[in-house]
């Protein structure tokens, strides 16, 4: 559908800011998190491959 998000936790530090300019009143809620949504205006490059798991990680 060409559209594009983006999660942010950032936001939440104006928790209170953001709750009262989008009139967000449930006291049983809390906002944890924005999700923007929208349409890309230039196209994402693609992800890099990632590394397969055995050469990132080490158990011990």
């Known amino acids: 559908m060409g559209y594009g998000t983006c999660y942010m936790t ?4 104006a928790k209170s800011e953001i709750e009262e300019i989008i009139g967000f009143n449930k006291p049983e809620y809390s906002m944890m998190s924005i999700i923007a949504l929208g349409v890309p205006q ?4 693609k992800q890099p491959r990632r590394k397969p798991l055995e050469d990132v990680v080490t158990f011990i």
């Open 42 to 45: 230039d196209e994402t490059p």
């Open 10 to 13: 950032g936001p939440a530090h």
